[in-house]
T-cell receptor, first 116, second 110 residues
Framework: EAQVTQNPRYLITVTGKKLTVTCSQN?????MSWYRQDPGLGLRQIYY???????DKGDVPEGYKVSRKEKRNFPLILESPSPNQTSLYFC???????????????FGQGTRLTVV | GQNIDQPTEMTATEGAIVQINCTYQ??????LFWYQQHAGEAPTFLSY????GLEEKGRFSSFLSRSKGYSYLLLKELQMKDSASYLC???????????FGAGTQVVVTP
């Protein structure tokens, strides 16, 4: 089954304790992206990746890191989480970015992160 | 800065038609997405407009006017399951940078 898998689905952690949220897709998609969603603010892009070893900042990259060492995985790293990073996080992937016929993005189920 | 505006909430009756407007003022534009998101779930893709005009896909249609910085999503023959948030998103460049509007909550009543 074609899907984007995020782990964990729920996480409560303490300020300053490094964490990684994993994202994996099994569709051989080139493009992957991370978003956070907060009430009243909608989805905001954190980082995105055009392909392996190619990443760039989105709208709200501060406090986050990403890596794209292989096509299927795009982990989101919080080196020193703070309470303002409490949010719902989504990972998404799509086949190609430049090909307008294949821009449909598939989203993971989300990770609800609470930093106390 | 980037501005993408959508109404916060719209209410319509089952079987009716609702039009959700999205206006944008952005530094770049490569295309415009519409997504549907049910409460507690991930967004799902509805449409992607690159060129001006109307694109129809079943009960849903999406329109784009690049010169006016305007798009709308038209939902026809509303069903209760269409109650959801509808997100408008602009692609700012050819590399994949995206900006979302805050979303429009559509409530369908019997």
């Amino acid at each position: 089954e074609a899907q984007v898998t995020q782990n964990p689905r729920y996480l409560i952690t303490v300020t300053g304790k490094k964490l990684t949220v994993t994202c994996s897709q099994n569709m051989n998609h080139e493009y992957m992206s991370w978003y956070r969603q907060d009430p009243g603010l909608g989805l905001r892009q954190i980082y995105y990746s055009m392909n392996v070893e190619v990443t760039d900042k989105g709208d709200v990259p501060e406090g986050y890191k990403v890596s794209r060492k292989e096509k299927r995985n795009f982990p989101l790293i919080l080196e020193s989480p703070s309470p303002n990073q409490t949010s719902l996080y989504f990972c998404a992937s799509s086949l190609f970015w430049s090909d307008h016929m294949n821009t449909e993005a598939f989203f993971g189920q989300g990770t609800r992160l609470t930093v106390v | 800065g980037q501005n993408i505006d959508q109404p916060t909430e719209m209410t319509a009756t089952e079987g009716a038609i609702v039009q959700i407007n999205c206006t944008y003022q952005t530094s770049g534009f490569n295309g415009l997405f519409w997504y549907q998101q049910h409460a507690g779930e991930a967004p799902t893709f509805l449409s992607y407009n690159v060129l001006d005009g109307l694109e129809e896909k079943g009960r849903f249609s999406s329109f784009l006017s690049r010169s006016k910085g305007y798009s709308y999503l038209l939902l026809k023959e509303l069903q209760m399951k269409d109650s959801a948030s509808y997100l408008c998103a602009v692609t700012l460049d050819s590399w994949g940078k995206l900006q979302f509007g805050a979303g429009t909550q559509v409530v369908v009543t019997p």
